[in-house]
């Protein structure tokens, strides 16, 4: 029995471009796709100037808003895959985003536990 196999390889992001609903990247391979901003709530939420704060991570194999704690890999966009972020823990975020707070998730998880902490004391 003869096999076939493919080697699928991704293609890296060379620009973004992020508009009030969508997120597009220009691929290596000449592809431009377009994702429907509403799938990454993280991007959704900050101002245009926030969202305008990114940086291509991996040689393109992904986009990083480290100001928004945001990671999105290429690989992602060509499959269709939306966040997979809690509505908890995007809750979170965004209270923190309100407060000034960090936005990581260690920031984010110190400050919980920091409020337990202070809950259970009294």
């Keep these: 029995m003869y096999v076939s196999t493919t080697e699928v390889s991704v293609p890296n992001a060379m620009t973004v471009e992020i508009t009030e609903d969508s997120l597009t990247a220009e691929l290596s391979d000449g592809r431009i796709i377009s994702v429907p901003l509403a ?43 939306k966040s997979g972020e809690s509505q908890r823990s995007l ?8 407060e000034g707070r960090g936005l990581t998730l260690y920031e984010l998880t110190a400050y919980e536990e920091e409020r337990l902490q202070r809950e259970a004391d009294v």
């Design 91 to 98: 809750k979170q975020w965004l209270a923190a985003k309100r």
């Design 39 to 81: 799938w990454y709530p993280r991007l959704v939420h900050p101002t245009p100037g926030e969202r305008s704060k990114w940086e291509l991570i991996g040689s393109g194999e992904g986009i990083n808003w480290p100001d928004l704690d945001e990671d999105i890999s290429v690989d992602m966009l060509l499959t269709g895959q």
